[in-house]
Protein backbone atom coordinates (compact mmCIF):
# COMPACT_ATOMS: atom_id res chain seq x y z
CA UNK A 1 0.00 0.00 0.00
CA UNK A 2 1.60 3.31 -0.87
CA UNK A 3 1.26 6.50 0.94
CA UNK A 4 -1.71 7.87 -0.84
CA UNK A 5 -3.66 4.35 -0.66
CA UNK A 6 -2.69 4.54 3.14
CA UNK A 7 -4.09 8.49 3.12
CA UNK A 8 -7.47 7.82 1.28
CA UNK A 9 -8.84 4.38 2.84
CA UNK A 10 -10.25 6.66 5.93
CA UNK A 11 -12.44 8.65 3.74
CA UNK A 12 -14.75 5.87 2.11
CA UNK A 13 -13.29 2.28 2.26
CA UNK A 14 -12.40 2.19 5.79
CA UNK A 15 -14.48 5.39 7.09
CA UNK A 16 -14.22 5.11 11.27
CA UNK A 17 -18.39 6.16 11.12
CA UNK A 18 -20.15 5.51 7.71
CA UNK A 19 -17.73 1.73 6.90
CA UNK A 20 -16.81 0.54 10.30
CA UNK A 21 -19.21 1.89 12.63
CA UNK A 22 -16.74 3.09 15.21
CA UNK A 23 -16.94 6.05 17.40
CA UNK A 24 -20.44 6.11 17.46
CA UNK A 25 -20.17 8.05 20.81
CA UNK A 26 -19.03 11.54 19.59
CA UNK A 27 -21.00 10.80 16.26
CA UNK A 28 -23.93 10.68 17.36
CA UNK A 29 -23.61 12.95 20.73
CA UNK A 30 -22.04 16.10 19.00
CA UNK A 31 -23.34 16.42 15.64
CA UNK A 32 -26.23 18.09 16.72
CA UNK A 33 -24.26 21.21 14.16
CA UNK A 34 -21.81 21.04 11.34
CA UNK A 35 -19.77 23.36 13.45
CA UNK A 36 -19.51 20.59 16.56
CA UNK A 37 -19.09 17.68 14.19
CA UNK A 38 -16.14 20.41 12.12
CA UNK A 39 -14.51 20.84 15.79
CA UNK A 40 -14.95 17.46 17.44
CA UNK A 41 -13.50 15.71 13.78
CA UNK A 42 -10.42 18.35 14.23
CA UNK A 43 -9.92 17.80 17.51
CA UNK A 44 -9.77 14.22 17.11
CA UNK A 45 -7.62 14.31 14.18
CA UNK A 46 -4.74 16.03 16.14
CA UNK A 47 -4.57 13.26 18.68
CA UNK A 48 -5.03 10.55 15.69
CA UNK A 49 -2.18 12.08 13.89
CA UNK A 50 0.02 13.05 17.60
CA UNK A 51 -0.70 9.33 19.39
CA UNK A 52 0.25 7.98 15.83
CA UNK A 53 3.68 9.38 15.69
CA UNK A 54 4.38 8.60 19.47
CA UNK A 55 3.19 5.00 19.40
CA UNK A 56 5.30 4.62 16.38
CA UNK A 57 8.05 5.89 17.34
CA UNK A 58 7.61 4.47 21.31
CA UNK A 59 6.54 0.83 20.13
CA UNK A 60 9.95 -1.10 20.53
CA UNK A 61 10.42 0.57 24.32
CA UNK A 62 7.09 -0.64 25.63
CA UNK A 63 6.66 -4.23 27.00
CA UNK A 64 3.36 -5.84 25.67
CA UNK A 65 1.84 -6.13 28.97
CA UNK A 66 1.63 -2.53 29.43
CA UNK A 67 1.15 -2.19 25.51
CA UNK A 68 -2.49 -0.51 25.93
CA UNK A 69 -2.24 1.05 29.48
CA UNK A 70 1.09 3.01 27.56
CA UNK A 71 -1.08 4.01 24.19
CA UNK A 72 -4.05 5.28 26.71
CA UNK A 73 -1.81 7.21 28.56
CA UNK A 74 -0.54 8.68 25.43
CA UNK A 75 -3.27 9.21 24.07
CA UNK A 76 -4.60 11.01 27.33
CA UNK A 77 -1.83 13.32 26.81
CA UNK A 78 -2.86 14.13 23.09
CA UNK A 79 -6.86 14.88 24.40
CA UNK A 80 -5.68 17.03 27.47
CA UNK A 81 -3.67 19.01 25.09
CA UNK A 82 -6.73 19.77 22.67
CA UNK A 83 -8.72 20.31 25.57
CA UNK A 84 -6.72 23.41 27.40
CA UNK A 85 -6.07 24.96 23.62
CA UNK A 86 -9.50 24.75 22.94
CA UNK A 87 -10.43 25.92 26.08
CA UNK A 88 -8.10 28.92 25.80
CA UNK A 89 -9.18 29.92 22.43
CA UNK A 90 -11.97 28.37 21.19
CA UNK A 91 -14.56 28.65 24.19
CA UNK A 92 -17.36 28.59 22.22
CA UNK A 93 -17.02 25.35 20.85
CA UNK A 94 -15.52 23.92 24.01
CA UNK A 95 -18.74 24.99 25.98
CA UNK A 96 -20.69 23.07 22.94
CA UNK A 97 -18.35 19.80 23.05
CA UNK A 98 -18.24 19.58 26.77
CA UNK A 99 -18.08 16.22 28.07
CA UNK A 100 -17.20 14.76 24.58
CA UNK A 101 -13.82 16.06 24.51
CA UNK A 102 -11.84 13.87 27.23
CA UNK A 103 -14.15 10.90 26.13
CA UNK A 104 -11.67 11.21 22.96
CA UNK A 105 -9.54 9.01 24.69
CA UNK A 106 -11.57 6.29 24.63
CA UNK A 107 -12.69 6.62 20.91
CA UNK A 108 -11.87 3.36 19.27
CA UNK A 109 -10.91 4.90 16.11
CA UNK A 110 -8.05 6.62 17.86
CA UNK A 111 -7.14 3.43 20.23
CA UNK A 112 -7.79 1.11 17.24
CA UNK A 113 -5.08 3.18 15.12
CA UNK A 114 -2.44 2.76 17.92
CA UNK A 115 -3.30 -0.84 17.97
CA UNK A 116 -3.76 -2.21 14.73
CA UNK A 117 -1.26 0.61 12.45
CA UNK A 118 0.97 2.67 14.61
CA UNK A 119 2.09 -0.20 16.81
CA UNK A 120 3.26 -2.26 14.09
CA UNK A 121 4.57 0.10 11.43
CA UNK A 122 6.66 3.66 10.77
CA UNK A 123 6.29 7.17 11.67
CA UNK A 124 5.38 8.42 7.99
CA UNK A 125 2.77 5.95 8.06
CA UNK A 126 1.72 6.16 11.01
CA UNK A 127 1.30 10.03 10.37
CA UNK A 128 -0.52 9.33 7.04
CA UNK A 129 -2.58 6.92 8.83
CA UNK A 130 -3.76 9.52 11.19
CA UNK A 131 -3.82 11.91 9.16
CA UNK A 132 -6.40 10.00 6.45
CA UNK A 133 -7.92 8.30 9.29
CA UNK A 134 -8.68 11.86 11.14
CA UNK A 135 -9.61 13.93 8.43
CA UNK A 136 -12.09 11.06 7.58
CA UNK A 137 -13.65 10.53 10.99
CA UNK A 138 -13.97 14.76 10.25
CA UNK A 139 -15.63 14.59 7.25
CA UNK A 140 -18.16 12.32 8.51
CA UNK A 141 -19.33 14.12 11.66
CA UNK A 142 -19.55 17.19 9.41
CA UNK A 143 -21.40 15.53 6.85
CA UNK A 144 -23.94 14.27 9.09
CA UNK A 145 -23.49 17.62 11.43
CA UNK A 146 -24.75 19.57 8.71
CA UNK A 147 -27.51 17.04 7.34
CA UNK A 148 -29.26 16.95 10.95
CA UNK A 149 -28.54 20.96 11.46
CA UNK A 150 -30.38 21.75 7.67
CA UNK A 151 -33.03 19.34 8.75
CA UNK A 152 -33.64 20.22 12.35
CA UNK A 153 -33.79 24.12 12.02
CA UNK A 154 -33.01 25.17 8.61
CA UNK A 155 -30.03 26.07 8.73
CA UNK A 156 -26.23 25.21 7.79
CA UNK A 157 -22.73 26.23 9.39
CA UNK A 158 -25.18 28.86 11.60
CA UNK A 159 -26.00 30.08 8.27
CA UNK A 160 -30.08 30.34 7.87
CA UNK A 161 -31.60 28.56 4.70
CA UNK A 162 -35.10 28.09 5.71
CA UNK A 163 -37.51 29.39 8.36
CA UNK A 164 -36.48 27.16 11.98
CA UNK A 165 -40.55 26.86 12.17
CA UNK A 166 -40.37 24.61 9.27
CA UNK A 167 -37.51 22.02 11.02
CA UNK A 168 -38.41 18.80 11.79
CA UNK A 169 -37.08 19.11 15.78
CA UNK A 170 -36.47 14.91 15.83
CA UNK A 171 -33.27 15.60 13.76
CA UNK A 172 -32.10 17.85 16.15
CA UNK A 173 -32.28 15.56 18.87
CA UNK A 174 -30.90 11.94 19.55
CA UNK A 175 -33.10 10.12 17.76
CA UNK A 176 -32.73 12.01 14.31
CA UNK A 177 -29.09 11.22 15.25
CA UNK A 178 -29.33 7.87 14.16
CA UNK A 179 -31.97 8.24 11.37
CA UNK A 180 -30.00 10.87 9.43
CA UNK A 181 -26.80 8.54 9.85
CA UNK A 182 -28.56 5.40 8.75
CA UNK A 183 -29.45 7.09 5.55
CA UNK A 184 -26.52 8.55 5.22
CA UNK A 185 -24.60 4.85 5.79
CA UNK A 186 -26.93 3.38 2.69
CA UNK A 187 -26.15 6.46 0.37
CA UNK A 188 -22.57 5.72 1.03
CA UNK A 189 -23.09 2.14 0.55
CA UNK A 190 -24.99 2.99 -2.41
CA UNK A 191 -22.29 5.06 -3.74
CA UNK A 192 -19.50 2.71 -3.20
CA UNK A 193 -21.24 -0.63 -5.10
CA UNK A 194 -22.08 1.63 -7.75
Same mark, same amino acid.
Given at each position: ???????????????????????????????????????????????????????????????????????????????????? &?????? !??? @??? +? *??? $?? /? =????????????????????????????????????????????????????????????????? &?????? !??? @??? +? *??? $?? /? =???????
Amino acid at each position: MNQLQNFTKGFFKENAVFTLLLGMCPTLGVTSSAVNGLGMGLATTFVLIMSNIVVSLVKDLIPDKVRIPSFIVIIASFVTVVEL &LMQAYL !PAL @FES +L *GLF $IP /L =IVVNCVVLGRAEAFASKNGVLSSLVDGAGMGLGFAMALTILGAVREFLGSGKMFDMVIFPEQYGM &LVFVLA !PGA @FIA +L *GYL $IA /L =IDRIKKA
